[in-house]
């Protein structure tokens, strides 16, 4: 779990963004993706960004899944009767300049998210959303108010997980016409795609390690406008992506295919979960 953020497949663009944003706090950075889609991993790779040495960073976990050199993680045990509230504010009176919440999941979380990134700090947490943009429609669910979301969010992401193809036994093949259409690709039928035929670089699979799918949204004056207005996820999504400012998974799904990282049906896969 040492991986930095250029290491994990986030397009230059979208880590141009976010790396400023990591780096001029407040704001509220959120997470989502299914289980087991490398969260975690992304999150670390952003906390190990922005320690330093006079820059305080407590985490909250349950439990702490990875030590972080640099940190403060404390072991929020829910089990044990420990309240979210009641950690949360031993913690700020540490004054932390970043926070990290394993997850919110409920209705106090995501309002003590909101408050503590309104209180000049940078917090980070994960959420369940199907995408970037229904980050912002799960929070106004759990019943906090669009104005001080549009005021706190500073970045929502949402990831997928998938295999990288082995560069050893890499080869081009021609993909089935309906797996083409599955991504929106047959107009690049008899294109050049990839795959591994297998080797004992990879054991026979014909993959080797694994990379993230991602889509990031930076909140600016016209996302903000659009939070107020109490637009819909889908009506954010449709204006960041006819905006440029919008790139959605299945589009770094495609690009990746495109390059040869990653495997058309692995593609498929990933962005119907």
Do not use: W
């Not at 975690?40 to 972080?68: C, G, N, W």
């Amino acid at each position: 779990n040492s991986l930095g953020l250029e290491q994990l497949g986030v397009a230059p663009k979208d880590l141009a963004g976010l790396g400023a944003a990591l780096e001029n706090p407040p704001g509220l950075v959120l997470l989502s993706g299914p289980e087991g889609s490398g969260k975690s991993t992304t999150i670390y790779a952003m906390l190990r960004r922005m320690i330093q040495h006079d820059r305080e960073i407590f985490t909250l976990e349950d439990p702490v899944k990875y030590p972080l050199m640099g940190t403060t993680q404390i072991e929020f045990n829910r089990k044990a009767g420990t309240t979210l509230a009641g950690s949360l504010r031993l913690l700020l009176k540490q004054d932390p300049d970043v926070v990290y919440l394993k997850d919110i999941r409920d209705a106090e979380a995501a309002a003590l998210a909101v408050q503590t990134a309104l209180t000049s700090r940078l917090f980070l947490s994960t959420i369940q959303s199907p995408d970037a943009t229904g980050v912002i429609t799960r929070l106004a669910e759990m019943g906090v108010e669009r104005f001080p979301v549009a005021s706190a969010l500073s970045v929502s992401i949402s990831q997928r997980l998938t295999r990288t193809i082995c560069p050893s036994c890499r080869e081009p093949y021609e993909p089935a016409e309906h797996i083409l259409a599955s991504l929106g690709l047959e107009s690049m039928s008899g294109g050049r795609f990839f795959r591994g035929t297998g080797c004992p670089s990879c054991r026979n699979t014909g993959y080797k390690g694994q990379t993230a799918l991602f889509e990031v949204l930076l909140n600016d004056n016209g996302i903000r406008e659009m939070i107020l207005k109490g637009a819909s996820a889908a009506e954010i999504r449709e204006a960041a992506e006819r905006d440029g400012k919008l790139r959605g998974i299945r589009q770094d799904a495609v690009n990746k295919v495109l390059q040869g990282v990653i495997s058309l049906e692995d593609a498929v896969t990933a962005v119907m979960v």
